[in-house]
């Protein structure tokens, strides 16, 4: 079975720095999609970026970049220019690329802001 | 607009009396998903269908029924809800690509529910 571990209950970063989240996951599959989620206050479940397996470049969606190593089975969010809007809870989610679309997910990591 | 719609937002109820959560998706999607969120737990699913009439269990069903007799809607029934069901439940579906192609997950609002 897929696992996903987020070693970091909480992180905060001063406006405008760079913060790094960290994921690491358990997969025996070699084709599969990563994704970071982000959940505001609101609860929404908003996609923030997604990497497939097979693509060795690191995906990137404006101030969010990944740091995705696959040997090592670890995928990273940076934030960079961190925003008020920024603060949320993040979750980092596995899929595997057949069958049941299932997501799993880490147990989250709630970023503060400090202004 | 494309939406995954849940109601209630919020519910409160005793334990043992039944009750559904509607989840609703406007984009012709075949498959569909129900989770569950609790704290220091993640996101968990608790079943999901890949078409009309095909559901099967996710990672935590026990105490859960669900059925799909019409492509847009997904209902989770709590034939009798426990205190150890009160969660953050969220519904979510996606084209299914079947292994071929990418698609992306949209989520509902989320049910807030407790039961006392």
């Known amino acids: 079975a897929q696992t996903v571990t987020q070693s970091q209950p909480e992180m905060s970063v001063q406006e405008a720095e760079t913060v790094t989240l960290s994921c690491t996951y358990d997969?025996?599959?070699?084709?599969?999609?990563l994704f970071w989620y982000k959940q505001p206050p609101s609860r929404q479940m908003i996609l923030v970026i997604r990497?497939?397996?097979?693509?060795?470049q690191n995906a990137t969606e404006n101030r969010f970049s990944v740091n995705f190593q696959k040997a090592a089975k670890s995928f990273s969010l940076k934030i960079s220019d961190s925003q008020l809007g920024d603060a949320a809870m993040y979750f980092c989610?596995?899929?595997?690329?057949?069958?049941?679309?299932?997501?799993?997910f880490g147990t989250g990591t709630r970023l503060t802001i400090i202004p | 607009e494309a939406q995954v719609t849940q109601n209630p937002r919020y519910l409160i109820t005793v334990t043992g009396k039944k009750l559904t959560v509607t989840c609703s998706q406007n984009?012709?999607?075949?498959?569909m998903s129900w989770y569950r969120q609790d704290p220091g737990l993640g996101l968990r699913q608790i079943y999901y269908?890949?078409?009309?009439?095909?559901?099967d269990k996710g990672d935590v069903p026990e105490g859960y029924k669900v059925s799909r007799k019409e492509k847009r809607n997904f209902p989770l029934i709590l034939e009798s809800p426990s205190p150890n069901q009160t969660s953050l439940y969220f519904c979510?579906?996606?084209?299914?690509?079947?292994?071929?192609?990418?698609?992306?997950?949209?989520f509902g609002q989320g049910t807030r529910l407790t039961v006392v």
């Open positions: 997969t025996s599959e070699s084709d599969y999609y």
């Open positions: 984009m012709n999607h075949e498959y």
């Open positions: 990497q497939e397996a097979y693509k060795q």
């Open positions: 979510a579906s996606s084209l299914s690509g079947l292994g071929t192609a990418y698609t992306e997950a949209f």
């Open positions: 989610a596995y899929r595997r690329n057949f069958g049941n679309e299932k997501l799993t």
């Open positions: 269908s890949m078409n009309v009439e095909v559901t």
